[in-house]
């Protein structure tokens, strides 16, 4: 299964920060990405993820993906994440089984699932109420995804899959896995919202 991690605060702490990164990292060695706001930077390279590099990133928002190939080639740049549609992000753990009905031209699960919940917000859906029909139109019987919002909000959704939480000074973490002492697992399909 893939990996994802995420901040919003006022800047991340770098150990806190990798910590999560690694947490990710470690459910998925065949690529990698992440994404900034405001400042709009977007990496994706195939591999595992060297969190040095994340450790080095001052945002006041970031969301991440190590992933792990269930679905074609691991080479195929189509899988990696985060997904960007519409100035939106989202960082996705799942299959989605009818990704082709929700987007006939999207090149993977992930990416149409970033379609669907682009085209709820651009009909003026709100984040939540925009993911939870993206997910309602989803053919999946489990997730953890992470989505960063045009606006800079931050949701985190789980069913089934693994996410983690922790509140500190700088800001808010997540991570598939638990990455720090006090960190704590969503609580089963609870959506969460963090606004800036």
Known sequence: MCGLFAFTGTAPDPALLTAAAQGA???GPHGHGWATQPDTQLHHAHGPLDTSHVAALTA?????H???ATRGDYRDTAGLQPCRADGHLVAH???IRNWTDLTPDAPSDSVALARTYASHRATGDGPATA???ALDACDTP???????????T???WRRGLPLWRLDHPTGVYYASRRFAPDATELAP???TVETP
Request: net charge positive.
């Open 66 to 68: 190590a992933r792990l």
């Open 154 to 156: 931050l949701l985190a």
């Open 93 to 95: 753990n799942g299959t």
């Open 60 to 64: 006041p928002r970031i969301i991440g």
């Open 142 to 152: 489990a997730w953890a995804l992470l989505v960063l919002d045009a606006t800079g």
């Open 189 to 191: 399909d609870a959506l």
């Open 131 to 133: 993911l939870r029909a």
């Open 25 to 27: 990292a470690a459910r």
